[in-house]
Nanobody
Framework: QVQLVESGGGLVQAGGSLRVSCTAS????????MGWYRQAPGKQREFVAS???????NYADSAKGRFTVTRDNAENTAYLQMNSLKSEDTAVYYC?????????WGQGTQVTVSS
């Protein structure tokens, strides 16, 4: 499995921006899909965004127009740029990598948006 380490979470005011990163233990050029899920307290984990090895991005409705997912193969890192943050974006954000028919998950990074 791919080892994934997230970073960049923190506390931000509503309307602000934050970028979270996900660094993989191997060359991500070979990873089919990298993406992000999130889980708020008392709620199920939900899809946020993903990007394929060809650079095709997909977003949850809640993320469209505010979040941007990218990947930098040279850095073995995927990013989630989050703008216009809302209190309902508060959650633990988990990075995942889908390759070879299986998913790998990071440990998560907390994002807290204060209103």
């Amino acid at each position: 499995q791919v080892q994934l380490v997230e970073s960049g979470g923190g506390l931000v005011q509503a309307g602000g921006s934050l970028r979270v990163s996900c660094t993989a233990s191997e060359n991500i050029a070979r990873i089919n899909i990298m993406g992000w899920y999130r889980q708020a307290p008392g709620k199920q984990r939900e899809f946020v965004a993903s990007i394929t090895d060809f650079g095709s991005a997909n977003y949850a409705d809640s993320a469209k127009g505010r979040f941007t997912v990218t990947r930098d193969n040279a850095e073995n890192t995927a990013y989630l740029q989050m703008n216009s943050l809302k209190s309902e974006d508060t959650a633990v954000y988990y990075c995942y990598a889908f390759t070879g028919g299986s998913n790998s998950w990071g440990q998560g990074t907390q994002v807290t948006v204060s209103s």
